[in-house]
Structure formats: structure tokens, C-alpha cells
């Protein structure tokens, strides 16, 4: 069974920083997508940051280009988001979710939430301004 525990989230003023990471757990695909979801209320789930194992390929939503960054630690089955420079817009809950990749030759790292199958519980990150 696959396993996403997320952690780091909490309040913070505008221009601070945050980190995430999510420790994955309970599967053992040759490659994978794992990225960065945020939900905030009355709107839809969408996709922030994804990363792809095999050869850390990133993608980014533009509205946190420049101000996040993700980064793997494969041995310890890690994705973590440094999140800087925080906006009140930034406020949401954030999920870690898994997508596996079968062919990464035929796999676009588009980082839709549809497309992922696994998601941890989330974390809540609150902008104060």
C-alpha cells in the first residue's frame, strides 16, 4: 500500500519561507512522478511542482516559479518543496501525491492532479499578510 505522509506546513507572514517534505513509502516502481498539489478553498486542486526520479525533470506552475524549488532524496524516498518569499495567494492545503511512469520516453511531466494515483492526507500552509 502505497504511503504519503506530508509535513512542514503552518502559518507564516507574506515574504517568509516554508518546507515541505513528504516521506514516500509502499511501492517499488522502477520510475516515478512525485509532486506538489494545493487545494484552497472553493477552488480546484492544482498542481504546483513535480519531479520525475529518473532523471529530475521538474515542472513548475508559473505563480510559484523563481520563489519554489523541489528536490528528491531518493535514498530516504524524500520530495521536499522550499517554498520562499510566501504570498497570502500561497494559502492552501498541500499534497504529495505519486504518479508511476511505465515509459518515461512516452511521459510528459505536465504535473496535472488528475493523472496522479496515490496522495498523502495534506498540510495546511496559511499566508498571513
Known amino acids: 500500500e502505497v504511503q504519503l505522509v506530508e509535513s512542514g506546513g503552518g502559518l507564516v507572514q507574506a515574504g517568509g519561507s516554508l518546507r515541505l517534505s513528504c516521506v514516500a513509502s509502499?511501492?517499488?516502481?522502477?520510475?516515478?512522478?512525485i509532486g506538489w498539489f494545493r487545494q484552497a478553498p472553493g477552488k480546484e486542486r492544482e498542481g504546483v511542482s513535480c519531479?520525475?526520479?529518473?532523471?529530475?525533470?521538474?515542472n513548475y506552475a508559473d505563480s510559484v516559479k523563481g520563489r519554489f524549488t523541489i528536490s528528491t532524496d531518493n535514498a530516504k524516498n524524500t520530495v521536499s518543496l522550499q517554498m520562499n518569499n510566501l504570498k497570502p495567494e500561497d494559502t492552501a492545503v498541500y499534497f504529495c501525491?505519486?504518479?508511476?511512469?511505465?515509459?518515461?520516453?512516452?511521459?510528459?511531466?505536465?504535473?496535472?492532479?488528475?493523472?496522479?494515483?496515490?496522495w498523502g492526507q495534506g498540510t495546511q500552509v496559511s499566508v498571513s499578510a
Open positions: 519531479i520525475v526520479r529518473s532523471d529530475g525533470a521538474t
Open positions: 509502499g511501492f517499488a516502481y522502477e520510475d516515478y512522478a
Open positions: 501525491a505519486v504518479e508511476r511512469i511505465v515509459r518515461r520516453t512516452q511521459y510528459q511531466n505536465n504535473c496535472k492532479a488528475n493523472a496522479y494515483d496515490d
